[in-house]
């Protein structure tokens, strides 16, 4: 626990692109190596609101934070109108302070200061540029120096100061991030006390199975803080449902423990029994959940990635969790108690007599749940072609709906929509507009080629005047134009001046050294607009548009930029989920196969999880949910969970076997025998995924929804589908080999009358 306290305090926040599209993919490396590196920026916006921004007062006090700005670490540049006002007042009057006169203010406003700056006469912009690669930390510090500048600025009380953009908005979503995390886990403990106290109380210290598996959670962040498996939007669901799964490992060895104890095996028997029948069932539950689990390993968006190891890594820490603390804390209690009992009797019990005093097994009537159970598994298996007919045709239905299910890919719904940083953020959208663009990035081995230059000016003209989406362009083409009476010079010398004459900060926004050119083709607010689809259409036009109107010789343009990037992430969801449950059914089956060398054994949980992803995908359509890049791994999931229910049925059913049982009693003693546990185990899961629900984060609440709804689909097939499958196969298995036999034998036995009568005689 101490080493696990320590890990966790290297645990991190993500939440950027590069928890979407894989760094490996080559446009990430353009967008992450080339454009950030090289051109990207970030703005902290400071929008002032008021009746009057015009007002001396005001503009003094935005100047006060100015000065206070640039002086911050890590910026590299603020713009505000207070600078260009005392700029052109110093060419106008040799002294660069703020003017007096409004009527002065105003003529300089409307002559000088861009509208970005100052959009109408109530609101007015600064902003405090950073890098986009710079690290997590920097940009929250340099946001709490920009706020701590603005309150020494002493702006008018009677004005608005609101703090946003991007790296505001990504600081703040981290800490709701953070203590929304806690928050759900407190959830799931509170509703985890209760399930256990209402379904468990068949056996004693019901709520052991709790910090047990809590235990194995504290386990798992010291894990992911070693491993630098950052937290993300997705991740942090990782720990509500550990909790669900986790603790069916602890009530299952719990559960088999007070069930040999009951029967009067002595406490070191029932350990040892418990380990030798449980401990293999769960092993090979815990192989094939996390076999489940692998395939989200597959996917091309990271935070899923990071989303599989965390469950890979928690079922681990809390089957062991549960195999060595679990059942020795158990074993404890009940020495504690048997000694107290025998104290109070006035009894003493021999060292060298390991047997408990002997208990009468006691028949007691069934209850409710043992009725129902029962009940359940013996219509199911009674009614085998109707179960199976009715199963099987809603799972095809659900595959087909599952085709039409949309997807959401728009991050700032997948966030609490009455968060302020987000309403802030929406709020200068809509004053300032919005900026998505398409970046062009032009390599070459001259950056001064008038001919380069010249293609660059045709083509942005060309996508601005033929393609709707694109609304307009920037260059270093309109910067050297600017310097050379709108047009472009004819040798690369006159170029070449023109660079050193533009300040860096206007140069290095386009330019990196001789080599690289940054093309900006802006498209409003594609995001809302276009939607991401849009985006990639408008992406693929302007890549064919490349490829007609070509760069000169020697010329690359690659395209790439913020809105481009979030296209791998519709591949990632739509053929990359279904590649995920694909091979996570692969992988089921094949370890399956692998553990007991029997296909019906392999099949059977197979074929009863197969209908839960079916019904799944017809769930989502019929409620009108979204796929995101949480509900995409719904397939591994329902696998990894669902399987396990299946599996340890199954190793139930052919431990009744072996004791001579016939199929159907078999299956009816193992329904009710381990089914108690099953639903418990269940009804812990659908209530730690039910704290999810909670979440103010959408893509973390709507997941679960959709997984309740899942673990209580595969825990009514496990009672519903899985009986009659197994005993139907069963039996004809059975057939088929008593069939063999009786073949094999009619021809032993004829083949002995034939030679050796007098053996048949005898």
Not at 476 to 482: E, Q, S, T, W, Y
Not at 743 to 754: A, M, V
């Amino acid at each position: 626990m101490l080493i696990s306290f320590q890990g966790a305090q290297y645990i991190g926040m993500a939440s950027g692109t590069d928890t979407f599209v894989d760094k490996n993919s080559q446009l990430y490396q353009n967008y992450d190596h080339l454009y950030l590196n090289l051109f990207g920026t970030e703005s902290i916006v400071i929008m002032v609101e008021g009746s009057d921004v015009t007002n001396p007062e005001l503009l003094k006090a935005m100047d006060r934070a100015y000065e206070s700005a640039v002086n911050i670490p890590g910026v590299i540049q603020v713009g505000s109108p207070s600078s260009v006002i005392k700029d052109v007042n110093f060419q106008m009057t040799g002294e660069s302070k703020i003017p007096d006169d409004e009527a002065v203010i105003d003529e300089i406003i409307s002559s000088s200061v861009p509208t970005y700056f100052m959009p109408d006469e109530t609101h007015a912009t600064m902003t405090v540029v950073v890098e986009a690669t710079a690290s997590d930390s920097t940009k929250e510090e340099i946001l709490r120096e920009t706020r701590t500048a603005i309150e020494l600025a002493n702006f008018p009380g009677d004005y608005t100061i609101i703090v946003t953009g991007d790296p505001a908005f990504m600081v703040d979503m981290n800490k709701e991030m953070n203590s929304s995390m806690g928050t759900l886990l407190m959830i799931s403990v509170l509703l985890m006390v209760i399930v256990l106290y209402l379904v468990f109380k068949h056996v004693r210290w019901r709520l052991l199975p709790l910090p047990i598996v809590i235990l194995g959670i504290i386990f798992t962040f010291g894990a992911m803080g070693y491993m630098e498996i950052p937290l993300t939007m997705v991740s942090m669901a990782a720990f509500p449902v550990l909790i669900g799964l986790g603790i069916d490992y602890a009530i299952q060895f719990h559960n088999r423990i007070e069930e040999e104890l009951e029967e009067g095996y002595s406490d070191e028997e029932a350990v040892i029994d418990t380990i030798k029948h449980t401990g293999p069932a769960v092993l090979i539950a815990l192989i094939i959940t996390a076999l489940g689990f692998v395939s989200l390993l597959t996917s091309t968006v990271p935070m899923i990635q990071d989303f599989g190891k965390l469950l890979m890594i928690g079922i681990v820490m809390c089957f062991l969790s549960s195999i060595f603390v679990g059942i020795t804390v158990l074993y404890g209690f009940h020495k504690l108690s048997e000694k107290n009992i025998l104290a109070k009797l006035g009894l003493k019990k021999s060292s060298a007599n390991k047997k408990v005093v002997s208990h009468e097994t006691v028949e007691t009537e069934p209850d409710f749940l043992e009725k129902a159970l029962k009940g359940i598994s013996t219509f199911s298996m009674h009614n085998p072609i109707l179960i199976i007919a009715i199963a099987s045709t809603l799972c095809l239905a659900g595959f087909a709906a599952d085709t039409m299910v949309p997807i959401q890919t728009d991050t700032e719904t997948f966030v609490p929509q009455d968060m302020p940083a987000l309403i802030d953020l929406m709020h200068m959208s809509d004053i300032l507009g919005s900026e998505d663009q398409l970046n062009l990035l032009v390599k070459t081995d001259d950056t001064t080629d008038p001919e380069l230059l010249k293609w660059i000016d045709e083509f942005s003209q060309h996508e601005v005047d033929g393609r709707n989406s694109i609304y307009g362009s920037s260059s270093i083409v309109d910067l050297v134009k600017a310097q050379n009476g709108g047009t472009i010079p004819d040798s690369s010398e006159e170029i070449a001046m023109i660079y050193e004459q533009l300040p860096d900060t206007q140069k290095d926004s386009y330019l990196h050294g001789n080599s690289i050119v940054l093309v900006n083709l802006e498209i409003g607010n594609a995001m809302d607009g276009l939607g991401l689809e849009g985006i990639e259409e408008l992406s693929n036009v302007v890549k064919e548009d490349i490829t007609w109107m070509a760069p000169p010789p020697g010329t690359t343009a690659i395209i790439t930029g913020n809105s481009v990037i979030f296209v791998e992430v519709i591949d990632a969801l739509t053929s990359g989920r279904v590649m995920m449950t694909l091979l996570g059914v692969v992988l089921v089956f094949a370890g399956l196969l692998v553990i007991y060398r029997d296909l019906l054994k392999a099949s059977t949980p197979v074929i009863t999880m197969m209908m839960v992803i079916g019904w799944s995908g017809g769930f989502m359509y019929a409620t009108g949910l979204e796929y995101t890049p949480m509900t995409a791994t719904l397939g591994a999931l329902i696998l990894g969970v669902g399987s396990e229910y299946a599996i340890l049925m199954m190793e139930r059913y052919f431990e009744e076997k072996e004791k001579g049982a016939d199929p159907e009693e078999a299956m009816k003693e193992a329904s009710v025998k381990i089914g108690k546990a099953i639903v418990t185990s269940g009804a812990t899961t659908v209530f730690g995924f039910s704290a999810l629900i909670a979440s103010p984060f959408s893509i973390t609440s709507n997941f679960g929804l959709v997984t309740v709804m899942n673990v209580i689909m595969a825990l009514l097939a496990t009672f519903v589908i899985f009986p009659p499958v197994i005993v139907t196969l069963d039996k004809f298995r059975e057939k088929r080999r008593a069939n063999a036999a009786g073949n094999g034998s009619e021809l032993i036995d004829t083949h002995e009358s034939n030679t050796i009568p007098e053996v048949t005689t005898a």
